[in-house]
């Protein structure tokens, strides 16, 4: 059974940093992919940055390229996803999901595509 479990949330001001950790196990295979997808208040979950665990291909929404880097220790088995140059608009909770990938990264990222297995979402509040 894949297990996320997620850390780093918090209340930052505009302009501050965050960065967010999820521990991965439970995958029998490395031809998945891992990411952060976010939900805020009235609005439906969407998919912010993922990364292939087999090649590395990662993929970022327009609304936080520049800003955001995804990346993966795979002898941790953990995501990290850096936020920096916050913004209010990031205000959300963030979930780690994750599952075997289907077509692109990018693909699976912005469809949720097969992400079968997410975290308990982690609290990210920007103040202004």
């Known amino acids: 059974e894949v297990q996320l479990v997620e850390s780093g949330g918090g209340l930052v001001q505009t302009g501050g940093s965050l960065r967010l950790s999820c521990a991965a196990s439970?995958?029998?295979?490395?031809?998945?992919?891992i990411g952060w997808f976010r939900q805020a208040p009235g609005k439906e979950r969407e998919g912010v940055s993922c990364?292939?665990?087999?090649?590395?291909?990662?993929y970022s929404a327009d609304s936080v390229k520049g800003r955001f880097t995804i990346s993966i220790d795979n002898a941790k088995n953990t995501v990290y996803l850096q936020m920096n140059s916050l913004k209010p608009e990031d205000t959300a909770v963030y979930f780690c999901?994750?599952?075997?990938?289907?077509?692109?990264?990018?693909?699976?990222?912005?469809?949720?595509?097969?992400?079968?297995?997410w975290g308990q979402g982690t609290q990210v509040t920007v103040s202004s």
């Open positions: 999901g994750a599952g075997p990938r289907i077509g692109s990264v990018a693909y699976t990222c912005r469809a949720q595509a097969g992400v079968g297995s």
């Open positions: 439970g995958f029998t295979s490395d031809d998945y992919a």
């Open positions: 990364i292939s665990r087999r090649d590395g291909y990662t």
